[in-house]
């Protein structure tokens, strides 16, 4: 059975940005990408499945969640998240990037989608499919990581 | 704090959006044909990324092209085929160089032969010529919007120019072999009905301008007609066409936000002189001679951060500015009544995209950032302290007068590229 094509091409439109960039925020550019293509062929593959969910893209995270860590099982929490290269590393304050590869994934991605990409709570917590309350003390403990990182970074 | 914190993830999340750029439909349905035996993210990792314009116009491709996409996904072929696919006119757009140059193509047509009692040359005219025969060349450049000065019959550097863009809009010929002169045989040619259309056509009672980064051709159209066409000088490039990165001693007698300095300070700085493509408008001008840490500019126009239009004395035939867009200043001192505050600019840059394909990142200007290797002072009254006050007794190596100033590491508290700020006038 063959998707509508552009009943499935609404869909990659509607849930593609913020499902890609919740994986890229927990998992980094290249892992985060290839594991939101996998989320998305399975949606393909599965589509009358897919289409019927209540919270799609919640569950579309959960399925490159599990894509990612199939595919690269637990050497990412010490992946840099930004990797620098020689032409590009001045648009990103490298201490910054340091602290926030101390946050956890979770965290990580939280205050990524709502402080970095201006998502609300709301919406992060549908992409993460947690409890908005969650998303909350995830942003302000990863806040406060931040904070401490770069204010011991400033005496220095 | 928190502010500072908010600007930098979101400087964070652009280079993620950058570095992970949106999934095309093609690398979803595509895959699914090849990935029946396989572990999906396996294939995955194997597919070759998509072009950039690509990706870019994933969402209008994906919509525009979707049933065609399927089909060739089903036939199992879509990887191969992507890019000759040309069902609409929409899908394909810039997608490839190839439809890009049959645009240009269609631009300027010369229609064909009605009118007018031809003349013919006694000679080859160029730079240092005077005579009627210039007189009437000059003539004919002005009617087609080609402003090669006075109509005096004397070939100077303006008419030069003038020349040097008719050849390389009209005739095609390639930037580097423009010869600013006039031979019988162009002079036939120029004296045929010529049409220079638009590109992208926006309308009666609209003024826009075009701007053609590799050609150095840059045209102001009122109505769609062609008003004024100008030779131009863009970012400087390298033999490759990347733009050439520069590092020089720039002085700044403003601070960030525009208030006057007690006085000037000397930084160094480097940037990419480049002159990115995309959709912008003009945002604001200057009357007269604009002295900016770059240089001094005449009547510029500014249209994309720090990016003008504007006259300047040296207007050679290589692209050879900071980024902005030299004009001869003959044409400088008219070409700002042409255009107002808000009008389009469309630029065609190096890399042979269409204006429509750029990102927004990718439209931004490159911003000045210190220089790495700068070994010198960041100011005037830092460097003036004599050796000679320095008690030999308390600095072990009295040679270190001069102060060092770090690396960017150390100094870089803002992110360069998130403070529009501070690039006033890329000259």
């Given at each position: 059975m063959r998707p509508e094509d552009s009943d499935f091409a609404d869909f990659v439109a509607e849930v593609e940005p913020r499902l890609r960039r919740a994986l890229v925020a927990t998992h980094g550019a290249t892992v985060g990408r290839e594991s939101a293509c996998a989320a998305l062929v399975w949606a393909w593959e599965n589509w009358e499945r897919a289409r019927a969910l209540d919270n799609p893209i919640g569950y579309l995270y959960r399925v490159g969640q599990t894509a990612a860590s199939r595919d690269r099982p637990r050497d990412l929490a010490t992946g840099r998240l930004v990797m620098p290269t020689t032409a590009d590393e001045r648009d990103v304050e490298p201490r910054l990037a340091g602290g926030l590869e101390g946050v956890s994934q979770q965290q990580r991605a939280a205050v990524l989608l709502v402080h970095g990409y201006g998502y609300s709570l709301r919406e992060a917590a549908a992409v993460l499919d947690i409890a908005t309350a969650t998303v909350r003390m995830h942003i302000d403990r990863a806040l406060a990581r931040l904070r401490s990182h770069l204010e011991v970074e400033d005496v220095s | 704090m928190s502010h500072e914190i908010d600007e930098l993830l979101a400087a964070i999340s652009a280079r993620l959006d950058q570095d992970a750029p949106p999934i095309t439909l093609d690398e979803i349905t595509g895959d699914h044909s090849v990935s029946v035996s396989t572990p999906t993210v396996i294939q995955l990792r194997t597919l070759s990324p998509a072009s950039p314009s690509a990706r870019h116009f994933a969402?209008?491709?994906?919509?525009?092209?979707?049933?065609?996409?399927?089909?060739?996904?089903?036939?199992?072929?879509?990887?191969?085929?992507?890019?000759?696919?040309?069902?609409?006119?929409?899908?394909?757009?810039?997608?490839?160089?190839?439809?890009?140059?049959?645009?240009?193509?269609?631009?300027?047509?010369?229609?064909?032969?009605?009118?007018?009692?031809?003349?013919?040359?006694?000679?080859?005219?160029?730079?240092?010529?005077?005579?009627?025969?210039?007189?009437?060349?000059?003539?004919?450049?002005?009617?087609?919007?080609?402003?090669?000065?006075?109509?005096?019959?004397?070939?100077?550097?303006?008419?030069?120019?003038?020349?040097?863009?008719?050849?390389?809009?009209?005739?095609?010929?390639?930037?580097?072999?423009?010869?600013?002169?006039?031979?019988?045989?162009?002079?036939?040619?120029?004296?045929?009905?010529?049409?220079?259309?638009?590109?992208?056509?926006?309308?009666?009672?609209?003024?826009?301008?075009?701007?053609?980064?590799?050609?150095?051709?840059?045209?102001?159209?009122?109505?769609?007609?062609?008003?004024?066409?100008?030779?131009?000088?863009?970012?400087?490039?390298?033999?490759?066409?990347?733009?050439?990165?520069?590092?020089?001693?720039?002085?700044?007698?403003?601070?960030?936000?525009?208030?006057?300095?007690?006085?000037?300070?000397?930084?160094?700085?480097?940037?990419?002189?480049?002159?990115?493509?995309?959709?912008?408008?003009?945002?604001?001008?200057?009357?007269?001679?604009?002295?900016?840490?770059?240089?001094?500019?005449?009547?510029?126009?500014?249209?994309?951060?720090?990016?003008?239009?504007?006259?300047?004395?040296?207007?050679?035939?290589?692209?050879?500015?900071?980024?902005?867009?030299?004009?001869?200043q003959t044409i400088a001192k008219i070409f700002p009544s042409l255009v107002k505050t808000g009008d389009a600019v469309y630029v065609w840059a190096q890399d042979g995209k269409e204006p429509e394909d750029y990102t927004k990142r990718e439209s931004l200007p490159s911003f000045n950032y210190a220089d790495p290797n700068a070994t010198t002072t960041t100011s005037t009254t830092t460097t003036s302290v004599p050796p000679t006050t320095v008690p030999a007794t308390t600095t072990p190596t009295p040679t270190t007068a001069v102060v060092t100033v770090a690396p960017p590491a150390a100094t870089s508290t803002t992110p360069v590229t998130t403070i529009p700020e501070t690039t006033t006038s890329t000259g």
């Open positions: - | 969402v209008r491709r994906l919509l525009v092209a979707a049933a065609a996409v399927l089909l060739v996904a089903v036939a199992g072929v879509a990887l191969a085929t992507r890019s000759d696919t040309p069902s609409t006119p929409g899908a394909n757009v810039g997608s490839s160089v190839a439809a890009a140059s049959t645009v240009v193509a269609s631009t300027t047509t010369v229609a064909p032969t009605t009118t007018v009692q031809k003349t013919s040359l006694a000679e080859t005219i160029g730079k240092g010529v005077i005579s009627d025969d210039v007189k009437a060349v000059q003539q004919r450049l002005t009617e087609l919007g080609f402003v090669p000065g006075p109509v005096d019959g004397v070939f100077g550097s303006t008419t030069q120019q003038a020349v040097w863009a008719y050849e390389k809009l009209v005739l095609k010929t390639p930037r580097a072999d423009a010869t600013g002169r006039v031979t019988d045989e162009m002079w036939q040619g120029m004296q045929e009905p010529v049409t220079i259309a638009p590109r992208r056509p926006t309308g009666s009672g609209t003024t826009h301008m075009e701007i053609y980064v590799p050609e150095q051709v840059a045209i102001v159209f009122i109505d769609d007609v062609a008003k004024l066409i100008a030779h131009i000088s863009t970012g400087e490039q390298n033999p490759d066409g990347t733009p050439k990165n520069w590092c020089e001693t720039l002085n700044y007698d403003t601070g960030p936000n525009g208030e006057a300095l007690a006085e000037p300070v000397l930084k160094q700085e480097c940037a990419d002189a480049k002159t990115p493509g995309g959709i912008f408008k003009f945002t604001h001008r200057y009357e007269g001679k604009r002295v900016g840490p770059l240089g001094g500019m005449m009547n510029p126009v500014y249209f994309n951060y720090g990016i003008a239009v504007h006259g300047a004395d040296n207007v050679p035939l290589a692209p050879a500015s900071h980024g902005c867009v030299r004009l001869n």
